[in-house]
């Protein structure tokens, strides 16, 4: 028990933070949450993963103390910044130029973390659970109770948002980089 | 089938993974043949990266850590000394 919930705690107060909570917010609904888990751990069939099962609890906590609307908007101001890069063909017209190198050498961390922050907190963690905590997308669907569909949406605008953020920022390689 | 913007949804919202094989073939071979696409999965790929690597330099805090496992843990039995 205590091996599981050590081993969750990093990823919990991403997760938290991820979700929009400053830190110390963040720990006491970690807390929160961790307390539910060794509470009922013992009704917990093991089917689910444990941590999948505690993030899940954490998720619906903040939400529901924040009263974060159900789902995404159905129409997004991502979604047409991106259709605006296509022709009526879903041709190309303004191809990506995004930083490409200089993401992978690191030198780009005050951008991104400015980017992170500017994504609704519901595509910053869907992103977050996917892609830093690892969890598979049927995972992820659990923890934020969404369906495929939703949460395919979901990571469409935060991988979009971030991109689209860090391109118009400009760097090397970007045809309008800012001077 | 099978244009730039059909590409780039596929693979940002990861539905390529629930695809059908004659989907997944096309998207691999448009990839092949399209540059734009494959830097946009590219910068994908990238930023995955650069957030993951962002998480894990966070500094730890075991103090706080312990603190909070010390709340949440009940009749924690100390460590031998």
Redesign the interface.
């Known amino acids: 028990?205590?091996a599981v919930?050590?081993e969750a705690?990093?990823g919990l107060l991403?997760t938290a933070m991820a979700a929009g909570l400053p830190r110390d917010r963040a720990?006491d609904a970690?807390?929160a949450a961790?307390?539910v888990f060794?509470e009922r751990a013992k009704d917990f069939d093991g089917r689910a993963r444990a941590s999948t099962w505690i993030h899940g609890i954490l998720v619906r906590k903040i939400w529901e103390e924040r009263r974060v609307a159900r789902r995404d908007g159905d129409h997004d101001d991502i979604d047409r910044l991106?259709?605006n890069?296509?022709d009526a063909?879903?041709?190309?017209v303004r191809?990506?130029?995004?930083?490409?190198e200089a993401?992978?050498r690191?030198e780009?961390?005050r951008e991104?973390?400015a980017c992170?922050e500017s994504l609704p907190d519901r595509q910053r963690v869907a992103?977050?659970l996917?892609?830093?905590e690892g969890f598979a997308?049927d995972e992820v669907c659990n923890i934020l109770d969404v369906s495929?569909n939703n949460?395919?949406?979901l990571?469409?605008r935060a991988?979009?948002g971030?991109?689209e953020c860090?391109e118009s920022k400009g760097f090397e390689g970007s045809r309008d980089a800012a001077v | 089938m099978l244009r730039c913007n059909e590409v780039t949804r596929l693979c940002a919202s990861e539905e390529i993974d629930g695809a059908p094989l004659k989907t997944r073939l096309a998207v691999r071979l448009h990839l092949m043949m399209c540059e734009h696409c494959r830097r946009y999965v590219r910068e994908l790929a990238r930023i995955g990266e650069a957030v993951r690597s962002l998480a894990v330099s966070e500094p730890d805090d075991a103090d706080r850590d312990e603190a909070l496992l010390r709340r949440v843990l009940p009749d924690r039995t100390p460590p031998p000394s």
């Open positions: 028990m205590e919930v050590r705690l990093p991403r720990e970690v807390q961790l307390l060794v991106v259709d890069r296509f063909d879903g041709r190309w191809p990506p130029s995004g930083p490409d993401l992978a690191g780009v961390r991104l973390t992170l992103f977050n996917r892609e830093v997308t495929a949460l395919g949406v990571l469409f991988r979009n971030l991109r860090l």
